[in-house]
């Protein structure tokens, strides 16, 4: 008996599905479809900025109010070293 080759016309004609018919989606349902995987995809992409924004600023927010909590001036500022005096300097002739 010979055996049994698969015949490459109808592999083409059916694309190698195996015989299984699709029905395509109509045109309305396909853009829906893509608006929701935008939509999905723009909501994920903001998430991940915001994480990465609060991220990135969370040491610089936590080193700053740890300098103002501690009750020390902040840097660049003088502290007076002496109150001054309220009578006038005298003047020598």
């Known amino acids: 008996m010979p055996e049994h080759s698969p015949d490459p016309l109808r592999d083409l004609k059916d694309f190698g599905l195996g015989g299984t018919v699709l029905t395509p989606l ?7 479809l893509g608006d ?5 995809r723009r909501g994920a ?8 924004v609060v991220a990135a600023l969370s040491p610089v927010l936590l080193l700053n109010n740890g300098a103002s909590d ?21 003047l020598r002739r």
């Not at 109509?26 to 829906?32: K, L, S, T």
């Not at 929701?36 to 999905?40: E, I, N, Y």
């Not at 501690?70 to 009578?87: E, I, L, M, Q």
């Open 26 to 32: 109509e045109p309305a349902q396909v853009r829906r």
């Open 36 to 40: 929701r995987r935008r939509a999905r």
């Open 45 to 52: 992409t903001a998430a991940i900025a915001a994480v990465a």
């Open 70 to 90: 501690t009750g020390s001036p902040a840097d660049g500022v003088s502290t007076p070293a002496s109150s001054p005096s309220s009578t006038p300097p005298t």
